[in-house]
């Protein structure tokens, strides 16, 4: 048993150094280009914000769009058959923004996942040289365009993303809502991110994503990606496919968003999409949770075998990990101490979401079903 949990710790400390040198490779803008860049010849920006029953979120969503710095060409809006308040919110908006367009989405057609056919409506009316593709619940800090702006320009073609700062409230939130973050950082080597054009390597966040027009149409917009669930990292890996630079930046100082309000919306909201993060393959998904299950909860079963000593430094091994990725992402870092119950958390509702994928019962979200 001592033999066994000694192994457990090393491959705890090979993990902790990866995600040591991962964390690297994850910039803010002002790291990645001089914000000293002229602000003669700037791309130009539309920002597309889909909603579908955000009564609770779209006011202070576009307040934020309109106290930028540097205001976007133009802010479209869907509104994507909401039975809330939404429509009447809206409409109030443009007496005060009369440049907000917004717009009543069409009937969802066959073969078309909801958001994605939100997004396809906006994209077909904007303008800009880069869209600025938005989650209602997103709030953007004043600085938030203007910090970007010059690495669109830098970049010219292609797509940036972002994981915006995760306001957390309830405990099922502080629990699973910064594993997003957590697991990208664990095992997605993001230097090849940005230098490697295989699809494998990308990383997105649907709330915060910058794609350039052209760069947008010649992959074929959401139109071909009409079927995924995952729209965000289908984006990206269309744009690796096409040899167009990509990119992840460290958003969380001017991108902010509370993405879940209870238990219920944490777990709906993780399992429909947590299953399809691995292509729905079976092996791979088990792979990580026999992995993570070692990793964060078998130690503790060697507690009746082995020196107490051997638990506790395992623990503090988990704890560094989670604690080196919260600090640098602005997560409150006493949850560092309780990535054991996060790890639980996430393998429930992994196996949750395959077992409504593999029995073919769908995932409910929004009023809409999806297999």
């Known amino acids: 048993m001592t033999t066994a949990i000694c192994l457990i710790i090393i491959i705890q400390v ?9 964390l690297r490779y994850f910039l803010p803008p002002e790291k990645i280009v001089s914000a000293n860049v002229p602000l003669d010849d700037l791309p130009t920006i539309s920002v597309l914000i889909p909603a579908r029953d955000e009564e609770d979120n779209i006011k202070a969503c576009i307040e934020s769009v309109y106290n930028q710095s540097i205001l976007p060409l133009d802010v479209l809006v869907l509104n994507d058959h909401s039975v809330d308040k939404t429509g009447e919110i809206l409409t109030d908006l443009q007496s005060v923004y009369p440049t907000l367009k917004v717009y009543e989405g069409r009937e969802l057609p066959e073969g078309w996942l909801g958001k994605s056919f939100a997004c396809h409506q906006l994209a077909e009316r904007a303008q800009g040289d880069w869209f600025l593709l938005l989650d209602a619940d997103v709030r953007l800090m004043p ?3 203007e910090s970007i702006l010059p690495v669109l320009k830098a970049q010219k073609t292609g797509m940036i993303s972002g994981f915006p700062k995760q306001h957390v409230v309830t405990l099922a939130e502080k629990l699973m809502v910064p594993m997003m973050l957590f697991t990208v950082l664990m095992h997605l080597p993001l230097k090849y991110v940005t230098q490697s054009h295989k699809p494998r390597f990308a990383a997105a966040h649907g709330g915060f994503i910058a794609i350039e027009k052209n760069s947008y149409q010649k992959a074929g917009g959401h139109e071909a990606i009409r079927t ?4 965000d990292m289908s984006l990206m890996k269309k744009q690796k496919a096409l040899n167009q630079p990509v990119r992840l930046l460290k958003v969380d100082p001017f991108v902010q968003m509370r993405m879940y309000h209870s238990f219920q919306s944490v777990w709906l909201g993780f399992q429909k999409n947590m299953f399809s993060l691995f292509n729905k393959k079976v092996g791979y998904m088990l792979g990580l ?6 990793l964060f909860l078998l130690p503790f079963c060697f507690l009746p075998w082995v020196d107490v ?4 430094f395992s623990y503090g091994l988990m704890v560094l990990t989670k604690l080196v990725i919260d600090w640098r992402n602005a997560v409150p870092k006493w949850l560092s101490f309780f990535i054991p119950l996060s790890i639980l958390f996430m393998i429930g509702i992994g196996v949750d979401s395959m077992y409504k994928s593999l029995t073919h019962r769908g995932y409910i979200w929004k009023g809409r079903r999806y297999q």
């Open 14 to 22: 090979i993990q902790l150094w990866f995600v040591v040198v991962n």
């Open 143 to 145: 600085l938030a365009i």
């Open 289 to 294: 949770m026999s992995y993570y299950t070692v």
């Open 228 to 231: 995924s669930l995952l729209d």
């Open 309 to 312: 000593r051997y638990v506790l």
